[in-house]
């Protein structure tokens, strides 16, 4: 093999470079490894001070999400809609004529860094097997899969459940609290946001490299790589659901309130990890 590399120089470049790329992606669940329990008391005491709060802000609530501010959601809700007539659903429209490897390529790309968040709530939920799947599915579609853009772990059966810090909160008791309406965002609740922010600075390994610019193990990003996938998971998601978002608006007397009982149903069934006919319907409400 010694003697091969010598006389083809290029097959050695070739060969440091994928240990190099392997060396780096170890490195970066070794990161994550060590983040998780370092940080595991500080997600443990936001837990139970949100366990605390919003159960007592609920005690006298029914069991459906109380709506918090509602004018105001409904005017941010109107914005939103107008941001997705002008933008989000044009580019989504354009998006659906590309060749389908590529619409594929870019929602296995997607899929797959989101993995990063769901290893470290896997673990905070105490689900040992989901992790380990989680962690071979990132693994293997990151090497073999080339950066992600092919999903090879799904054809070897290891499951890729989308977890977030909402979820995990959720599955631990924490109702919900109230409903209200972002700005781009869309529909949230306070468990939900209070988890995305926890989430952004703590958990999430991408966000902490791009979005806040934090080196991991020599690996970097910025704030343009962030919001540049994110914005590709939106709009995968918009293409996908471009005749579902049409029906649900013209089958709608009360396009809110339509709205938000699909966000707290999704959320409940993501919570519970189940599933059924609605979401088929809906493609991938994970990304």
Not at 16 to 29: E, M, N, Q
Not at 81 to 96: H, S, T, W
Not at 130 to 146: C, D, P, Q, R, Y
Not at 151 to 156: C, W, Y
Request: aromatic letters at 10%; hydrophobic letters at 40%; one cysteine or more.
């Amino acid at each position: 093999m010694g003697y091969f590399l010598q006389i083809y120089p290029k097959y050695k470049i070739k060969s440091l470079k994928i240990k190099h790329d392997l060396c780096a992606i170890s490195k970066l669940f070794l990161y994550i490894a060590s983040m998780i329990f370092r940080k595991i008391q500080i997600i443990t005491c936001i837990i139970l001070l949100n366990l605390g709060l919003v159960n007592a802000a609920l005690a006298e609530e029914s069991r459906s999400e109380k709506e918090c501010f509602e004018k105001i959601s409904r005017g941010i809700f109107k914005f939103n809609q107008g941001f997705d007539n002008v933008i989000l659903e044009p580019v989504a429209k354009a998006y659906n004529k590309l060749p389908e490897p590529v619409k594929k390529g870019t929602g296995n790309f997607t899929s797959n860094i989101a993995t990063l968040l769901s290893i470290p709530n896997h673990l905070l939920q105490g689900e040992i097997r989901l992790a380990g799947h989680a962690t071979g599915s990132f693994l293997i579609n990151s090497t073999v899969g080339v950066l992600g853009l092919g999903n090879p772990a799904a054809a070897l059966g290891l499951e890729n459940q989308k977890e977030d810090l909402g979820q995990t909160m959720g599955s631990y008791g924490i109702s919900g609290g109230c409903y209200f309406v972002l700005p781009i965002l869309g529909p949230t609740t306070l468990r939900d946001t209070v988890g995305m922010v926890v989430d952004n600075n703590y958990l999430d390994p991408f966000a902490r490299v791009t979005w806040h610019e934090k080196e991991i193990k020599s690996i970097s990003g910025t704030k343009i790589d962030y919001v540049g996938v994110k914005a590709a998971t939106a709009v995968d998601f918009r293409g996908d659901n471009i005749t579902n978002f049409e029906s649900l608006e013209k089958n709608s007397i009360d396009l809110y309130a339509a709205t938000k009982s699909l966000y707290l149903q999704n959320r409940d069934k993501k919570i519970k990890n189940s599933s059924g006919s609605d979401d088929d319907e809906w493609g991938d409400l994970d990304k």
